[in-house]
């Protein structure tokens, strides 16, 4: 997070930590279910955006709240946020578990997004290919799981056994577990209400994703009024930290200096 301020806030009593950078048009990027990667890949959208990257609730550096057992407890907890920190009209992003967040906090109050993008996201249930489960993996199978070359997560873990980095870990997968435990797929009924999403919207996929496969994105693509589909060949899940074209295609997007599809476009 080298340049971003940090900041606390107490929404619903829980203290929640939100990081800024830059100025311009608010950009908030809503994380996925692990957060040891870091976001350096948002360092160049400061450079054109005001940047505001929260930890959600049982993730990082904000507190834990038990009482959130569902993913629309965090999209209404984001629209706290958002009201907190005195944002009107923003730009929105959300990656995975963080790209269901941005689609269902969109649905609620599709006025306040702008533009949307949605970076491999989850939430929506498709049943064939399935969507892979992190929560039930080996640890073996993890790394191939989340990366297209699973040797490009070495830098992101520790060396040996770190105690610190475990607990991170397990923190953020039982807070993912309280609102995935019953509907580890996602929410039947997100489909049904993508029609809401009338605002532009960017989907960025890796093309070899095991946890949410690319034949997803055309569920996406049928369901959203106004998309477009970038897909990155070399990377999978986390694909952010696989190639740095998924963070261009996010900032081109929002600054429409570039193309919205590379492929897929919807006719």
Aim: hydrophobic share 40%.
């Amino acid at each position: 997070m080298a340049g971003f301020e940090r900041h606390e806030l107490t929404l619903g009593g829980i203290r929640t930590v939100v990081h800024t950078k830059g100025e311009g048009t608010p950009l908030v990027f809503l994380h996925g279910a692990g957060t040891f990667t870091g976001f350096s890949f948002a360092q160049d959208w400061a450079k054109t955006h005001r940047v505001i990257i929260p930890y959600h609730p049982g993730f990082g550096e904000s507190d834990d709240d038990k009482r959130i057992d569902c993913i629309g407890d965090y999209a209404l907890h984001c629209l706290d946020l958002f009201d907190a920190l005195g944002l009107g009209q923003i730009h929105l992003a959300g990656y995975s578990f963080g790209g269901w967040m941005a689609a269902e906090t969109a649905i609620l109050q599709p006025e306040r997004v702008a533009k949307l993008a949605l970076i491999g996201p989850a939430g929506l249930v498709v049943r064939d290919p399935p969507s892979g489960d992190l929560l039930s993996a080996h640890p073996r199978d993890v790394p191939g799981l989340l990366m297209h070359h699973p040797e490009k997560l070495k830098p992101f873990m520790p060396a040996g056994h770190d105690i610190e980095f475990l607990t991170l870990r397990y923190r953020e997968q039982t807070a993912i577990a309280r609102v995935v435990w019953e509907k580890p797929s996602g929410n039947p009924k997100l489909e049904r209400w993508l029609h809401r999403l009338r605002m532009p919207v960017q989907l960025v996929w890796g093309e070899h994703d095991r946890l949410r496969p690319l034949a997803h994105a055309q569920r996406w693509l049928a369901a959203l009024p106004d998309a477009r589909l970038a897909v990155l060949p070399d990377a999978g899940h986390l694909v952010l930290e696989e190639t740095t074209e998924a963070a261009q295609h996010v900032i081109g997007f929002f600054t429409g200096k570039k193309p919205r599809a590379t492929k897929g476009k919807k006719p």
